[in-house]
């Protein structure tokens, strides 16, 4: 049989029609090694067939081939090893081989003494090729949540960590292929990062297999969330061989492998600064066209964190990145989204970068976004909207020229995503600067729902939702508004909360609601003297004269009241 082309479709289809398969199987139950080993190199091509893995598994093969792996033969190990690897390339299959014993056992196969030599004895050539097919079945298995967990109990961790060191691509390969896949746990990522695996991870970034450096920059993408593994990216020198990476853009797959990780990275200032000495912010602009959705994604998510760097802002405007940025905001995949809109707003920081999303009507396509029924495309919209408010040239005119813009973003906060509301808050702010626009949202109704917001716990709503309700007292009777939609008691217990930033914003509102004598009545009842007498020493100026703003609000009020009661 073993004469046929195995790896073409029509004899692995015949083997199968004639009713081969069944008698290789049985082969397998056998004693005979060399009948076993034989049924395997036939079992081992023809399961390249997804047709062909579906039969082997429903004939009980796995559960076979996994009782092999006990057999003293290294050969038929390997084999069956292998094959397993092809099988479990599906959701039954993986399951079949957890059930049956087959992860502890495939684990075992990784235990190998000849683990960083570089000059092998055919013994220990042996015991290697053992571990490459057993971190290929490993690999195959591991795409299953189960399974990571079965490998990480087995005792996999340490032996993947160990022939990470090993210099032989072909069995570094399905390591860091399952390291990688692996990654996508947070016990596997804190392994990695504490196993001091992320040093190996970045050397193979440098190897001359472009699959081993595909896996190596995933296992980084992967693992990057963490600040602690950013860190020790850098220290061990990983970032300059992911910036080289980016020159191999015919490789779309290691392309957006070496994106993710370069995005994830930059969240950390440090690599960013790294990042612009080898000119990374050029070469991602350089690649914002023509490339598969998840290379985009990436690329943009990368922008958005490089650009919360003053200079690379003006980077990507003299690169002529914002006309392609602005132009993605017209897409339709979510993640993309997400980072395009993150991106785009951090431009906007930059007066001369507002000049162009503007004329290019970027703020009109940010702000039908607002539409979007993800919450998180949602939230990034309005996020970007703030700086576009702060940073136009007639801001006021220029929301108002949104028909419906206005009423859109209230009716927003009604949403029950914290993050939405954070965002819509952070926007209502910067729109109520404008006194037309404050006078517009007032009629839509912004008052009582920014009121129903604030019995919160969530710092990040609190202070955006103090800073809105601050902005929004500077017209009509609003003041009163919010003193009659109950909002006042709910901003005194903010004063409590351990971040700086809620006081300072939450001081603001008081002494802007402290205004109204009804207003100042509820904050003493509530006990806002005392909180802010502490706050009258701190630091920061603003907090500072807030609090005293509104001590002396209440104090005189209660003068005028005693004047009024004694003469």
């Known amino acids: 049989m073993r004469d046929f082309n195995l790896a073409q479709e029509t004899c692995q289809l015949a083997i199968r029609d004639i009713g081969c398969l069944e008698v290789l199987i049985n082969l397998l139950d056998t004693e005979e090694i060399k009948c076993q080993i034989g049924s395997l190199k036939i079992l081992k091509e023809i399961s390249q067939n997804t047709l062909i893995r579906h039969v082997i598994a429903d004939l009980g093969g796995l559960e076979i081939m996994v009782k092999i792996l006990d057999s003293p033969d290294k050969d038929l190990k390997c084999l069956a ?3 397993i690897a092809n099988v479990a390339r599906f959701k039954q299959a993986r399951r079949t081989v957890r059930q049956h014993g087959g992860i502890k056992r495939l684990v075992g196969l990784l235990e190998c003494n000849s683990v960083g030599s570089t000059s092998l004895t055919s013994y220990q050539a042996k015991d290697t090729e053992i571990a490459r097919c057993g971190a290929l079945a490993l690999w195959s298995c591991s795409k299953s949540t189960k ?36 990654a996508s746990e947070p016990s596997y990522r804190l392994a990695i990062r504490t196993e001091g695996m992320i040093e190996n991870l970045v050397k193979n970034l440098s190897s001359a297999h472009e699959e081993l450096q595909m896996h190596c920059a995933s296992a980084i993408f992967k693992c990057a969330e963490d600040k602690e593994t950013r860190d020790l ?22 392309l957006a492998a070496v994106t993710g990780a370069i995005w994830k990275c930059a969240i950390s200032g440090e690599n960013v600064s790294k ?86 009507d970027g703020v009109r396509l940010l702000w039908s976004l607002l539409k979007n029924p993800n919450p998180d ?13 702060a940073n ?41 600067k404008d006194e037309e626009n404050l006078a517009v949202i007032t009629d839509h109704g912004v008052i009582p729902l920014l009121s129903k917001l604030a019995n919160t716990n969530n710092d990040k709503l609190r202070r955006h939702l103090a800073e809105a309700i601050s902005n929004c007292c500077m017209w009509g009777s ?56 502490a706050m009258v020493g701190s630091t920061d100026e603003t907090l500072q004269e807030a609090a005293a703003g509104c001590i002396a609000n209440i104090r005189r009020l209660a003068l005028a009241t005693e004047k009024a009661k004694y003469g």
């Not at 087995?154 to 993947?160: D, K, N, S, T």
């Open 81 to 83: 090893a292998e094959t």
């Open 377 to 389: 495309v949602q939230a990034s919209a309005a996020w970007a909207i703030c700086p576009c408010i």
């Open 275 to 360: 990042f612009r000495e080898c000119k990374v912010v050029e070469a991602l602009v350089g690649l914002l066209t023509d490339q598969p959705e998840e290379v985009l994604v990436n690329i943009v998510g990368a922008l958005a964190e490089c650009c919360q760097e003053p200079i690379n802002r003006t980077t990507v405007r003299k690169c002529g990145g914002i006309p392609t940025l602005v132009k993605l905001l017209t897409g339709t995949d979510q993640a993309l989204l997400v980072n395009v809109t993150k991106a785009v707003g951090a431009c906007a920081t930059e007066p001369e970068n507002m000049m162009i999303i503007d004329r290019l």
């Open 392 to 432: 136009a040239k007639d801001a006021g005119e220029m929301v108002r020229s949104f028909v419906g813009g206005l009423e859109l973003i209230v009716n927003l906060l009604k949403s029950k995503n914290k993050e939405v509301l954070a965002s819509v808050c952070a926007a209502i702010t910067n729109i109520a």
């Open 233 to 254: 990216v850098r220290q061990h020198g990983g970032l300059e061989p992911l910036s080289v990476l980016l020159g191999n853009s015919a490789n779309k797959k290691l």
């Open 147 to 182: 399974n990571k967990e079965a490998i990480r109990k087995a005792g996999g961790i340490p032996l993947l960590a160990r022939w990470l060191k090993c210099s032989h691509a072909n069995i570094l390969t399905p390591v860091v292929g399952t390291l990688q896949e692996c």
């Open 478 to 533: 609003n003041r009163i508004t919010f003193g009659e939609t109950k909002a006042v008691a709910p901003l005194v217990r903010y004063l409590k909360s351990k971040d700086p930033s809620v006081h300072r914003a939450t001081a603001q509102a008081l002494y802007q609601l402290s205004e109204d004598p009804n207003n100042c009545i509820t904050m003493h009842e509530n006990g806002v003297v005392k909180l802010l007498l």
